[in-house]
């Protein structure tokens, strides 16, 4: 099956966007992706004291090995991303920046949200570099979501209908590059 982790980033007081991130779990699921979601209330990490392959066996906490192994089963990677002052938010880049070779030759894909009208995608452009620095490059269709305080209700359900249309393309391209990007992985990778 399909495995695939949604990684969302703020540990803000009265945080929004864990509807968004529900929202898209759900509808990976209802595609039989088995998708995990990345919490970081449930995943606290330090601030970034070494990527995790650089620590020693002893500094690596409980939850960074769970990330590891998460990360390494996983097919894809979506980022569901707010944006903090035109970027990225600091939390989301932590938890990111202290693994590498899971994600590489796997595709990711972007959900970026704000309160306001522009849906985030100025941090969404930062992630489109970030994620392909690290190997996992971003699929061309990404799902901004603006005024993300009104899109959802507490379990991700969405207000607006408009929202499972949306998804469907977003789901079928990613999807297509899970899938051909796995069966590149099994041919082989360059060294
Ligand atoms: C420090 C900070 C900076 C923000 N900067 C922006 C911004 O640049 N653009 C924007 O549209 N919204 C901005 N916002 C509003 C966020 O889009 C909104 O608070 C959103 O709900 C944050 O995501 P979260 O609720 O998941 O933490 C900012 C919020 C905070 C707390």
Redesign the pocket.
């Known amino acids: 099956m399909t495995k695939v982790a949604v990684i969302y980033g703020?540990v803000?007081e009265?945080?929004?966007?864990?509807k968004a991130a529900k929202f898209i779990v759900k509808k990976l699921e209802r595609r039989n992706i088995e998708s995990t979601l990345i919490d970081p209330l449930e995943f606290p990490l330090p601030l970034l004291k070494n990527k995790f392959d650089y620590l020693k066996e002893n500094e690596k906490t409980k939850e960074m090995k769970k990330l590891h192994e998460i990360f390494e089963k996983a097919d894809g990677f979506v980022i569901v991303t707010?944006?903090?002052?035109?970027s990225v938010?600091p939390a989301l880049k932590n938890i990111v920046d202290y693994f590498g070779r899971e994600y590489a030759f796997k595709p990711s894909a972007i959900v970026s949200?704000?309160?306001?009208p522009?849906g985030?995608v100025?941090a969404m452009m930062h992630w489109r570099d970030i994620l392909s620095e690290l190997g996992m490059p971003s699929i061309p269709t990404t799902f901004p979501i603006p005024e993300?305080?009104n899109a959802f209700d507490d379990d991700g359900n969405p207000k607006d209908e408009k929202y499972n249309e949306r998804v469907k393309k977003f789901i079928d391209e990613f999807d297509w590059y899970i899938k051909t990007f796995r069966a590149g992985r099994e041919k082989g990778i360059p060294n």
């Open positions: 703020s803000r009265g945080r929004l966007g864990i707010g944006e903090y002052n035109h938010p949200y704000s309160m306001g522009f985030g100025r993300v305080q």
